[in-house]
């Protein structure tokens, strides 16, 4: 499915529902279209730049007539380049996570299975605390998420499949010794999994995922902030750090709740057994 | 579920049985090779036995005894956690 540029470049979402190889190919393209943008922002930038230097060298020569507008122009296209799908060249890489998560998923889901996709790629921070940072002076620190990421998928075991990805900011202003305003940002990541089971083919799994000891691993730069376990799902939370471990401790959180399921499956084969 | 379709299990996050017709150029068994896809998998992350349990997880669990793995996946098991397609062919000849 061929994606709408324009609509991507000034709304900044994708939004689809579609099988997992479609959303595959759909990334691949976002990425290209991306790529071309970035492009078309540095040649835009290059070709400023040199009607600035030419604006003001004919400003200096005398022709203001032909320098101002010169400059003018310049200034408008630099505007211009920085505004151009800024926010979907910013935020390309996360095109990598989206794909990285369908190819994981494909193996276990039927090639005809939609999946429902919403993917942002531009910031919307929602303020979840403020406070004094008393180590700096006048220093503030704010606290925002931005949720960028919903996916959602039947498996092929008639398990729901929900992931969901929150970008944890944290913004620092303060002024340093010099009595210049300083902003601080950091970034961490959340993650959020929800496996909701069909009972009649895993059974409650309430008993039986607590006794795994350990059963979900993550990367050094992530940890699991909640596990629960209900009778119908599954659901964790993780924060992670590095942004270059973000798909691996997704992959590795699905793997530690199918690793509860999976044992769940065990101990309901035993029981129908004995 | 093709029932004529390979016996092997494949999968990443669970067990369940191969749609293809024929081992030839499948990534999966590569070929036939690989007797089980689902648990020769080496790309599960820090995951090195997933498809195994210690004795000690089945200790205490209601209705379950005993540290032998009698009732581990076996095909059927994979097959059975696949929940049927929409049909694609008429399952019943009598009808027509």
């Keep these: ?274 | 579920m093709n029932p004529m379709g390979c016996p092997r299990r494949t999968g990443f996050l669970f067990p369940h049985g191969c749609d293809r017709l024929t081992s030839i150029g499948c990534p999966d068994c590569q070929n036939g090779q690989v007797e089980d896809p689902y648990e020769s998998r080496a790309d599960r992350d820090g995951y090195d036995d997933y498809d195994t349990y210690d004795s000690s997880s089945y200790a205490g669990v209601e209705g379950v005894g005993g540290a032998e793995d009698a009732a581990d996946f076996n095909e059927a098991d994979g097959e059975s956690l696949v929940r049927p397609e929409e049909e694609e062919f008429e399952d019943d000849l009598t009808e027509s």
């Design chain 1, 1 to 274: 499915m061929a994606i709408d540029a324009e609509r991507l470049r000034t709304q900044c979402v994708y939004e689809i529902e579609a099988p997992l190889q479609t959303i595959v190919a759909d990334m691949d393209e976002i990425a290209k279209a991306a790529a071309k943008w970035k492009a078309f922002r540095t040649t835009l930038r290059w070709i400023c730049g040199g009607l600035l230097a030419f604006g003001i060298l004919s400003l200096i020569s005398g022709y203001w007539y032909i320098g101002l507008p010169g400059i003018a122009i310049a200034i408008y296209g630099f505007v211009y380049a920085y505004r151009y799908a800024r926010d979907v060249v910013a935020r390309a890489k996360r095109c990598e996570t989206v794909k990285s998560l369908a190819t994981l998923l494909a193996s276990d889901t039927s090639p005809k299975a939609d999946a429902t996709v919403k993917l942002a790629f531009k910031e919307v921070r929602h303020l979840l605390h403020d406070e004094a940072f008393p180590l700096r002076r006048d220093g503030r620190q704010s606290f925002f998420t931005d949720s960028w990421l919903t996916l959602e998928v039947q498996l092929l075991d008639g398990v729901e499949y929900q992931q969901t990805l929150t970008d944890l900011i944290r913004e620092r202003t303060f002024k340093n010794p010099r009595g210049k305003r300083k902003t601080k940002i950091r970034t961490h990541h959340s993650v959020g999994l929800r496996l909701t089971y069909p009972p009649e083919v895993y059974g409650d799994l309430r008993n039986s995922g607590a006794k795994l000891s350990q059963p979900v691993l993550l990367p050094p730069s992530a940890v699991l902030k909640s596990k629960k376990v209900t009778e119908s799902d599954i659901k964790l939370k993780a924060t992670v750090r590095i942004s270059a471990e973000l798909t691996r401790t997704c992959s590795m959180m699905a793997l530690g709740a199918y690793r509860i399921l999976n044992f769940g499956r065990k101990v309901s084969s035993r029981r129908s057994a004995s």
